[in-house]
């Protein structure tokens, strides 16, 4: 008998909390030396620690998973400029997309309170848990102001089983197109090997944000 000629069937949308694709991340910059330090930043270690599990996209924030409490030192403070509005600086911080494209950073982003934020430099060499910033999340966020996030210490540290947090603030720039982004983290514990952490911290930051900024010039 005759078949029946099947009726198109429309493709189905997934919606996931994961923010869509900015305009910023069709832009086709080049990475230059900013992949290089990303590997420096993770702090990379195939030994030590055992790896803890990845956080779930808008899980609760385990206040007792931080180093310190109440009034923090002043910790880290990194000022960059990059070449784009504080709306495309903040799309290439919180979009994973954005970043693979501009600087060629692998990332589990989920822009939400609570969710993961995720930069991954070991890819393929340390085993999870050991590959970057694992089981860090978002804290609070603005849209073009503001992004918090917890942060731990490179797998080589013990201190890494505890968090500390990081705050970027974005505003417009002095030269029109531009972002002052200023950086602050903080929240890192006493003894051990703390200072070494935030001293670590405080070099890395700098050399990681400015190269990111002159990728973003090329």
């Known amino acids: 008998m005759p078949r029946t000629p099947m009726t198109p069937v429309s493709p189905v949308t997934v919606t996931t909390p994961v923010t869509t694709v900015s305009p910023v991340s069709h832009r086709r910059w080049r990475p230059r030396g900013a992949l290089v330090l990303a590997s420096v930043a993770a702090g990379l270690s195939l030994?030590?620690?055992?790896?803890h599990a990845p956080s779930s996209p808008g899980t609760d924030i385990a206040a007792d998973r931080f180093a310190a409490h109440g009034r923090v030192a002043?910790?880290?403070?990194?000022?960059?400029?990059?070449?784009?509005?504080?709306?495309?600086?903040?799309?290439?911080?919180?979009?994973?997309?954005?970043?693979?494209?501009?600087?060629?950073?692998?990332?589990r982003i989920d822009?939400?309170?609570?969710?993961?934020?995720?930069?991954?430099?070991g890819t393929g060499v340390a085993p999870e848990g050991q590959q970057g910033s694992e089981t860090c999340q978002i804290?609070?966020?603005?849209?073009?102001?503001?992004l918090a996030f917890s942060w731990n210490a490179p797998p080589a540290f013990e201190e890494r089983a505890m968090h500390t947090w990081v705050v970027i603030t974005l505003a417009p720039g002095n030269d029109t197109g531009t972002t002052a982004l200023r950086l602050r983290h903080v929240g890192f514990g006493q003894g051990g090997r703390w200072s070494e952490v935030e001293h670590y911290f405080q070099t890395t930051w700098e050399r990681l944000l400015g190269a990111m900024g002159e990728d973003l010039r090329q």
Not at 47 to 51: E, K, R, S
Not at 111 to 121: K, P, S
């Open 47 to 51: 030994g030590g620690l055992a790896p």
């Open 74 to 107: 002043q910790g880290v403070t990194v000022q960059a400029v990059w070449p784009v509005s504080p709306d495309e600086a903040f799309d290439l911080l919180t979009d994973a997309d954005a970043l693979r494209e501009a600087f060629a950073l692998e990332a």
């Open 111 to 121: 822009l939400a309170i609570g969710g993961r934020y995720e930069f991954l430099f």
């Open 139 to 146: 804290l609070a966020y603005i849209p073009g102001e503001t």
